[in-house]
């Protein structure tokens, strides 16, 4: 009973206030971060990206997410990146997820640029990660602020490293349109608790990452939604929607299903997740760029993903 009065909180608090005109779908729910593929040639790959938000349809997710850290955001060019966006708004259109356009920058000017492609558009919402001087709070909070004074839809934040939940509730209070929060700084569940003591109309949701390892205590604690990876996106899926239902039972049927995946991918990092969405069928290959490659993902990663993918099938909307 305590856990459904705390789902029961939470969702009342979804409700109000009403949606802007802004933001014509709901921002709750599984909003998976997506990955970023590319050709043989190390190309920016437009057209599977595309296929990948239609992938993302079909599962059930709620929204999509691009491009953040698990899309190798920081490997990509500016025009890539807004290619991308394009090709992202593009294949979203009339289909059900809300869209969510990242628009970090290592420095205001730069995340402005993103601003003003991303708001011409009209996504659902935007969201960026702090600057690369994140550790001076005093810049950090007028990068926030550039960007909430040009944007004109909600804007998330990302939280990272020594972002106290008080120094977020106190960029809440002064950044225009920052309405909702991607916490991953600290300990997820009692930063939680505490955003929830101190909540203010202004927040109006609280999303976690981490390839959701906690995420029934992170619903029973209120958070809004999560943002995992793209490729078993239908498992969190289902464990949202018997969450909603109040099945506690098949929530925790799903997610022990989802968490022999999660692990797996938390070891062996974007490789795999662009691996199992091979797999699927949505990418050609795995290729990443940069630092993401992982000397632990081998050709026995492999077949362990393969089995794993096998067990879970039974679960896949897609």
Same mark, same amino acid.
């Given at each position: 009973?305590?856990?459904?009065?705390?789902?029961?909180?939470? =969702?009342?608090? #979804?409700?109000?206030?009403?949606?802007?005109?802004?933001?014509?779908?709901? =921002? *709750? $729910?599984?909003?998976?971060?997506?990955? #970023?593929?590319?050709?043989? +040639?190390?190309?920016?790959?437009?057209?599977?990206? *595309?296929?990948? @938000?239609?992938?993302?349809?079909?599962?059930?997710?709620?929204?999509?997410?691009?491009?953040?850290?698990?899309?190798? %955001?920081?490997?990509? /060019?500016?025009?890539?990146?807004?290619?991308?966006?394009?090709?992202?708004?593009?294949?979203?259109?009339?289909?059900?997820?809300?869209?969510?356009?990242?628009?970090?920058?290592?420095?205001?000017?730069?995340?402005?640029? %993103?601003?003003?492609?991303?708001?011409?558009?009209?996504?659902?919402?935007?969201?960026?990660?702090?600057?690369?001087?994140?550790?001076?709070?005093?810049?950090?909070?007028?990068?926030?602020?550039?960007? $909430?004074?040009?944007?004109?839809?909600?804007?998330?934040?990302?939280? @990272? $490293?020594?972002?106290?939940?008080?120094?977020?509730?106190?960029? @809440?209070?002064?950044?225009?349109?920052?309405?909702?929060?991607?916490?991953?700084?600290?300990?997820?569940?009692?930063?939680?608790?505490? %955003?929830?003591?101190?909540?203010?109309?202004?927040?109006? +949701?609280?999303?976690?990452?981490?390839?959701?390892? #906690?995420? =029934?205590?992170?619903?029973?604690?209120?958070?809004?939604? /999560?943002?995992?990876?793209?490729?078993?996106?239908?498992? %969190?899926?289902?464990?949202?929607?018997?969450?909603?239902?109040?099945?506690?039972?098949?929530?925790?049927?799903?997610?022990?299903? /989802?968490?022999?995946?999660?692990?797996?991918?938390? *070891?062996?990092? @974007?490789?795999?997740?662009?691996?199992?969405?091979?797999?699927?069928?949505?990418?050609?290959?795995?290729? #990443?760029?940069?630092?993401?490659?992982?000397?632990?993902?081998?050709?026995?990663?492999?077949?362990?993903?393969?089995?794993?993918?096998?067990?879970?099938?039974?679960?896949?909307? *897609?």
């Amino acid at each position: 009973m305590h856990t459904r009065r705390l789902f029961l909180g939470s =969702l009342a608090a #979804t409700l109000s206030p009403a949606l802007s005109a802004k933001e014509a779908k709901p =921002l *709750a $729910g599984v909003f998976p971060i997506v990955q #970023t593929p590319f050709t043989a +040639g190390n190309k920016l790959d437009l057209k599977t990206l *595309a296929n990948e @938000i239609r992938f993302l349809d079909r599962t059930g997710v709620q929204g999509v997410v691009w491009p953040q850290l698990a899309s190798e %955001y920081s490997e990509l /060019t500016m025009e890539e990146r807004m290619a991308g966006m394009d090709a992202v708004v593009s294949a979203a259109r009339n289909l059900k997820p809300a869209v969510v356009l990242g628009v970090q920058g290592p420095d205001i000017a730069t995340a402005l640029q %993103y601003v003003k492609h991303a708001e011409s558009l009209a996504p659902d919402a935007l969201i960026a990660l702090p600057p690369r001087d994140a550790k001076d709070k005093t810049k950090v909070l007028e990068y926030y602020k550039a960007i $909430g004074q040009n944007c004109d839809r909600p804007l998330f934040a990302q939280t @990272i $490293g020594d972002m106290s939940v008080g120094f977020v509730m106190q960029m @809440i209070a002064d950044v225009p349109h920052l309405h909702f929060i991607k916490d991953e700084a600290g300990q997820t569940l009692p930063r939680l608790s505490e %955003y929830r003591r101190k909540t203010t109309p202004a927040l109006r +949701g609280i999303f976690t990452g981490g390839h959701g390892k #906690t995420m =029934l205590d992170e619903l029973a604690r209120g958070a809004k939604g /999560t943002m995992p990876g793209v490729p078993f996106a239908d498992l %969190y899926v289902h464990v949202w929607e018997a969450w909603q239902r109040g099945d506690k039972a098949k929530a925790m049927d799903a997610f022990a299903k /989802t968490m022999l995946l999660v692990t797996q991918v938390t *070891a062996y990092g @974007i490789p795999a997740l662009k691996y199992l969405l091979e797999l699927r069928g949505v990418f050609p290959n795995h290729i #990443t760029r940069g630092n993401n490659r992982n000397s632990a993902f081998d050709e026995e990663a492999k077949t362990a993903l393969k089995e794993t993918m096998q067990f879970v099938k039974p679960l896949f909307k *897609a």
